[in-house]
Structure formats: structure tokens, C-alpha cells
């Protein structure tokens, strides 16, 4: 049968979650969404996403304590995650790497063509860093 990846996107921003949201479902991805990492957790329980775009700065639970959260259940130890930051941070960098994140960008850096090239990548198993020049 046809396969559609399913991505959730945890973004507080409602404007960047729908211009997300919109360009995944035209490239043929099976869209959910979460407006915090709390929200976010029960969405997970429900969709069982196969990635996750995760914005780092949320108000109440933020990326990375969510991805804490996340990691703590076996089936989700290694669901792909990549990370989006509004600020260029190295500890955020080292922290998400031990979380398991693949790959961490900076807003505003990338086109969304490209986010969903690398989504793409990833969901195929590819681990190649890619987007040289906009990650962290």
C-alpha cells in the first residue's frame, strides 16, 4: 500500500506550525501538530509519528525536555528528531546530540524544500549530516 510518513510538528507558534504543516502535506506527508511539549507528549502516544520537527524554545516544557521525556520509552527511543532553534547555541548542540537528535537548525537559515529533503533523508535511514553551512 502507499506509505505516508507521518511527522508531528511541535511548534507554539501557530503561524510557523501551519506554513509547516501546509508545504509537509503538499509533499505527501500525513501532517500532526502540538503547540508545547507537554501537548506534545499525548500526541506522540496517539499519532506514533515516524519524525518529529521539534522548536527548542517553548513556553512551560521546551524541546530538549520533552525529548528527555520522549527518550525515557523504548519504542520511541530512536524516533528521528530534528531540532529547531531560534538561537545558535553549543550546549543546546551537545545536549540534543546526546538525546539523539539528528540534526539541530537555525530558524530562518534553511528553506523548507530542503527541511523536507532532510526529512526525507532521515526517515530513509540516512545519517549523512546534511544542509552544510545551517546547522549548528
Not at 527548542?56 to 528528531?81: A, C, I, S, W
Request: a positive charge; zero cysteines; aromatic letters at 8%.
Amino acid at each position: 500500500g502507499f506509505f505516508m510518513p507521518k511527522v508531528l510538528i511541535v511548534e507554539d507558534a501557530q503561524e510557523q506550525l501551519e506554513l509547516f504543516a501546509k508545504s509537509f502535506r503538499r509533499a505527501g506527508f500525513d501532517v500532526f501538530g502540538a503547540h508545547d511539549g507537554g501537548h506534545a507528549m499525548d500526541r506522540v502516544r496517539d499519532v506514533k509519528p515516524d519524525i518529529i520537527l521539534l522548536d527548542q524554545m517553548m513556553p512551560e516544557v521546551d524541546g530538549t525536555t520533552f525529548l528527555q521525556n520522549l527518550r525515557r520509552f523504548p519504542k520511541y527511543k530512536h524516533t528521528p528528531v530534528i531540532l529547531i532553534t531560534g538561537i545558535t547555541d553549543k550546549t543546546l548542540k551537545s545536549k540534543a546530540t546526546n538525546l539523539g537528535v539528528a540534526d539541530v537548525l537555525v530558524k530562518g537559515s534553511f528553506q523548507l524544500k530542503d527541511l523536507i529533503a532532510l526529512v526525507r533523508q532521515r526517515l530513509a535511514g540516512d545519517q549523512q549530516p546534511q544542509l552544510a553551512g545551517t546547522t549548528l
